[in-house]
Each structure stands twice: as structure tokens, then as C-alpha cells.
């Protein structure tokens, strides 16, 4: 094993600069979900470079890409998915600049291994993990009909590698109030009052937090509430994002929170809609024998800094990979000192020599596991049988 590591070492360092590169252009290009032009085409140029065949773009979506490195052995099809969209104002604050270039470099490394030892390497390129998440989108195309295992790794602050965990399914709920106008103090009898419906569903939503679980999640907005205070608001709207630990949950909890508009709507008198306003997400399942190779590998590459998963209450669209295909998400470090994500200061770290060292790291870590899982027939079957079990 210790020939790989060092080969894979060697290879990281020939590829260093290039990926570096990368990965500090799209911070100094931020581009929103969908609109990743300039990122996608340069994964896409260093992928081709590499002898990567590509498809692009991919399942309509024009910054989504697969590339694919094939050899004539047959053997497990592994996919490190890669993200590469910004957010608006703070451009890289959540690191998919680093955490797309750990990706193409990861699948470039292991590239190098698939002629002698087998197998396939698929980089996906996966759009506005933020806003619409095209991992959704690819799910329900298929895209990973024929893949075999999905990694990928996301960057966090703090210098402490954290173990894949799991994160919260979510759904979207928007409520439409329509009620009547009229005059708040001539006529106020005359009307039927729409705001009062959302405050209600509001407080009705509080009174149920009292028996929800502790990894239920509901927190909404009021997106419409009225034109004038001499009007009783005739059309209101607020939105909730529903969030759960898992499928069956989510399910029972959409239902109450619809029950609370219900109810607010017949208290009221006013006309309800009931809608999604985004899509939603499931929950992320961490397949634990990937894991174990992941770790396996940093441990290898002399890694020790590595921690249990941390609570975590977010949703990510790798969640709905991890119900179609053994995946993991686990986190990398980024700065020496814990610095929360979705922040300017986030984004800086993004170009430190420490963050570009964690990256070639993780890629070398991702590499290993896949010439790791291609060389051990009993760590690919682990891997499937668990995935298997769970579907059941
Ligand atoms: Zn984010
Ligand atoms: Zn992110």
C-alpha cells in the first residue's frame, strides 16, 4: 500500500499548482447557482487536459458536467461530486470553490491508478448546491443509476477534520391567505382578514413545537402582510422551510404544519392555498464502510486530527445522492481557528496556504479510498451490502 500513497503523493504535487489554480480563480470569479460559467468551464478544460471524456452540458442543466475516465478493466464506478456556486454578496463564504477543486483533483489522482488497477472515475459537476440543488435533479434522472459510491468533502473552519454525519431532509410550505378588503375602522365587519390567518398559523405553529421531536426544524417567514394599516389585508403569504431527521418524519410534520394554516383559515374565514415554493431535500445517510475507508486513508496519509460528526441541523442536497447511492459528505479544515461559514471572512480563508495544504490532502485521502476500494473486493462489498440493507 505504501507504493499508492507515495504514487498518489507524487502525483498530488505534479498536479498542485494547477488545482490551486482552480480553485483561486472561482474565488475570484463568485457566480451564483446556475450562472457557475466560468467555474464549470475551467473544471471542465483541467478535466479534458486529463484525459477525462465529458459531457456538458449535463441533463439540461448548462453549468452541470459529467466527466468520465474509463478504463478497459471492469471495476467499481466511483463519483467525487463537485460544487462550484457562490453566495450573493459574500462570494466563496461557503468554500465550493476548494470543495469542487478537492474534487476534480481527487478523480484526476485516481485517474492515473484506474488503467492498471480497473474500475471507473466520474467527476459530476453539480450545480447551486445553495439555492436549487442539482444533485436533486440528477437523482431523479438517474444520473446515478450507474455509479457505484459518491464522495465528496466540504470545507469548515476550525483545524479538525469531522467524520461524514448526517443532516435534516427538508420541504418547502408557502401559505396563501385570501380574505376581503374593507375599511379597518368604518367597515371592519365587512371584511375577512388574511393577515390574522398567518399570524394565527404563526401561533398555531409555536403551540406544536411543544411535541415535536428534537430534530424537527420549522422556521417561516411572512413574505406578504398587508398594503396599508387602514385596510384589512385581503391577501398575505408566508413561508416555512420544514426540516426532519428523516423521510417518515418529514412527512408527519408537513402534515401538522398544513393543519395549523388549516385551522388558521377556518378561524378566519379566509381562502387557503397550500404549495411548495422550493425543492426539497432529503436526509444525508452516511454509508459507515465509506467512511471507514476515508479515515483509513487520511490515518495513512498521517492525518490524526479527526473527529466524530458534529450536530448538524443543515440540509444539503447530497442527502438525496445518499438514498440512491452509498455517499459520503464529511468536512475538512480550512483555518487553524474555528471561523463560522457563510461569512467574508469564510471566504478569505478559502486562499490560504493552510486551506490549499487541506485540500490536496483531502483529494490525495479521497484518491486512496478509491484505490483502496478497487483493490479490495471485501471493502467494495462492505460498502454495497450496507447501502443494500438500508434500502430495506
Ligand atoms: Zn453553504
Ligand atoms: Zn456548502
Known sequence: MQEYKDRILEISKEIENEIIELSDSIYANPESGNQEFIASNLHVAIL??????????????????????????PGPRICYMAEYDALPEIGHGCGHNLLGATSTAAGIILSKFI?????????LGT????????????????AFDDIDLAMISHPTGGSYYYKSGSALAIDTLMFEFKGRAAHAAAEAEKGVNALDAVILTFNNINALRQQTRPD????GIISEGGVAPNIIPDHCVCK??????????LHRLM?????????????TGCELKIGPF??????????????DVFERSLRELGETKIKEPGEDYGSLDSGNVSQVCPTIHPYFPVSTVNIPSHTAEFAECTRTPY???????TACAMALSGVHIIREPGTFAAIRNEFNRSRK
Open 48 to 73: 479534458e487536459k486529463h484525459g477525462f471524456e465529458v459531457e456538458k452540458p449535463y441533463l439540461g442543466l448548462n453549468t452541470g458536467f459529467r466527466a468520465e475516465y474509463r478504463s478497459k478493466k
Open 115 to 123: 488503467g492498471e488497477l480497473g474500475g471507473r472515475v466520474i467527476v
Open 127 to 142: 450545480p447551486a448546491e445553495e439555492t436549487d440543488g442539482a444533485k436533486v435533479h440528477y437523482v431523479k434522472k438517474g
Open 216 to 219: 424537527a426544524r420549522i422556521h
Open 240 to 249: 416555512f422551510y420544514v426540516r426532519a431527521g428523516t423521510k417518515a418524519y
Open 255 to 267: 402534515k401538522q404544519v398544513e393543519n395549523c394554516a388549516k385551522g388558521a383559515a377556518l378561524a
Open 278 to 291: 422550493e425543492i426539497a431535500y432529503e436526509n444525508l445517510v452516511t454509508n459507515e464502510a465509506l467512511s
Open 355 to 361: 486551506a490549499h495544504e487541506k485540500m490536496m490532502q
